[in-house]
T-cell receptor, first 108, second 115 residues
Framework: GQNIDQPTEMTATEGAIVQINCTYQ??????LFWYQQHAGEAPTFLSY????GLEEKGRFSSFLSRSKGYSYLLLKELQMKDSASYLC?????????FGTGTRLQVFP | DSGVTQTPKHLITATGQRVTLRCSPR?????VYWYQQSLDQGLQFLIQ???????AKGNILERFSAQQFPDLHSELNLSSLELGDSALYFC??????????????FGPGTRLTVT
């Protein structure tokens, strides 16, 4: 089975950098997804990592270490609109298993 | 706009009733997934269909059932509703399956309130 751990809540200041960690235990690894979800809205896809290393996409970057079962999402130049939940997810066979998410609050 | 549509947006019904939620995937997507998200809870996977066939099942109650039709739209049926079934129900679709690295695109969700 899969076990995914993320911090429940984080806070940060506008303009700052924040790193959201995700650790996972899986019987077989086939990549890791990050999604953003604003309260009451649908999750939206942010990134997919299948190889070790950092992938940068504008203000957001995602890192993966398969040997450590660890990933992080890095958000730079934080904006108020980045206040949302960030969900880490790993495939299990054909489906996706989501972590409980990290609620990020950005303050001015 | 993800291209995934869900109807209705909101649904208010009484305990013991039955409802049907509908989902149309993005054009060309063969997989449809259903999730339940209760207040301040994570996304709970319910069931997945691929090209009309059930592919994976999560913690879906026996009172719930789903199907995917030949035109690839899907319906989630919830019966004998209880207060605890009040939640946001999301549908998502993907080209292939998540196991092959395909990201899922989520619909706007149906907010179900059972009174």
């Amino acid at each position: 089975g899969q076990n995914i751990d993320q911090p429940t809540e984080m806070t940060a200041t506008e303009g700052a950098i924040v790193q959201i960690n995700c650790t996972y235990q899986t019987s077989g690894f086939n990549g890791l997804f990050w999604y953003q979800q604003h309260a009451g809205e649908a999750p939206t896809f942010l990134s997919y990592n299948v190889l070790d290393g950092l992938e940068e996409k504008g203000r957001f970057s995602s890192f993966l270490s398969r040997s450590k079962g660890y990933s992080y999402l890095l958000l730079k130049e934080l904006q108020m609109k980045d206040s949302a939940s960030y969900l880490c997810a790993v495939p299990q066979a054909d489906k996706l298993i989501f972590g409980t998410g990290t609620r990020l609050q950005v303050f001015p | 706009d993800s291209g995934v549509t869900q109807t209705p947006k909101h649904l208010i019904t009484a305990t013991g009733q039955r409802v049907t939620l509908r989902c149309s995937p993005r054009s060309g997507d063969l997989s449809v997934y259903w999730y339940q998200q209760s207040l301040d809870q994570g996304l709970q996977f319910l069931i997945q269909y691929y090209n009309g066939e059930e592919r994976a099942k999560g913690n879906i109650l026996e009172r719930f059932s789903a199907q995917q039709f030949p035109d690839l739209h899907s319906e989630l049926n919830l019966s004998s509703l209880e207060l605890g079934d009040s939640a946001l129900y999301f549908c998502a679709s993907s080209r292939g399956t998540s196991g092959s690295g395909d990201e899922q695109y989520f619909g706007p969700g149906t907010r179900l309130t059972v009174t």
